[in-house]
Nanobody, 116 residues
């Protein structure tokens, strides 16, 4: 079963950038779609970016044009480059399979805080 370790979060000023990383194990990484999700305080977790097995990408409207998801199948790692960050992007960011596993598994996530 999948296990993930997210990293790269932190505190950044509005307009700044961060790059998140997610190391995955326990799965045949190259044949699974992966995604970045986020959960802001008091809100439901939302899927913000998807990357398919073939490398196609899709983004939520709120991050389109600012975030870029990529993957390295050799390193079994997914990345999220986040530019032009806004305080509304403040959340815990998680990576996981798409769709998320039926086991309910989630990693510990990485906190992103954007100050105004």
């Amino acid at each position: 079963q999948v296990q993930v370790v997210e990293s790269g979060g932190g505190l950044v000023q509005a307009g700044g950038s961060l790059r998140l990383s997610c190391a995955a194990s326990g799965i045949i990484f190259s044949i699974n779609a992966m995604g970045w999700y986020r959960q802001a305080p008091g809100k439901q977790r939302e899927l913000v970016a998807i990357i398919t097995v073939g490398g196609s990408t899709k983004y939520g409207d709120s991050v389109k044009g600012r975030f870029t998801i990529s993957r390295d199948n050799v390193k079994k790692t997914v990345y999220l480059q986040m530019n032009s960050l806004d305080p509304e992007d403040t959340a815990v960011y998680y990576c996981n399979l798409v769709p998320a596993p039926s086991t309910g598994y989630w990693g510990q996530g990485t906190q992103v805080t954007v100050s105004s």
